[in-house]
Nanobody, 122 residues
């Protein structure tokens, strides 16, 4: 059974940085797309960034491009989301998600972590 565990959320001032981590287990994950999605109160869930399981192809939402970086060192390490120049509008619950579909950049993922809260406020 696929299991995703996030960590690294918290409270940060505008302009600050955070790094989220997602540890995945329970599958070989070959060909999977791994992603970070977020949902703020009263808003729809949106994809933030995605990466292929091998760490090659990456996708970013326009609102975070140039500020956030999704990465992984190899197939045995967590998927990271480095978030820089954070803005109050980045405040949301952030979820790690996975799907067997390659190059999938929607919001309908098959597996989800429990979420980690990111709050950007002075």
């Amino acid at each position: 059974q696929v299991h995703l565990v996030e960590s690294g959320g918290g409270l940060v001032q505008p302009g600050g940085s955070l790094r989220l981590s997602c540890t995945a287990s329970g599958s070989t994950f070959i060909g999977y797309t791994m992603a970070w999605l977020r949902q703020a109160p009263g808003k729809e869930r949106e994809i933030v960034a995605a990466i292929g399981w091998s760490g090659g192809t990456k996708y970013y939402a326009g609102s975070v491009k140039g500020r956030f970086t999704i990465s992984r060192d190899d197939e045995n390490t967590p998927v990271y989301l480095q978030m820089n120049a954070l803005k109050p509008e980045d405040t949301a619950m952030y979820y790690c998600a996975a799907t067997p579909r390659s190059y999938y950049y929607g919001v309908d993922y098959d597996y989800w972590g429990q979420g980690t809260q990111v709050t950007v406020s002075s």
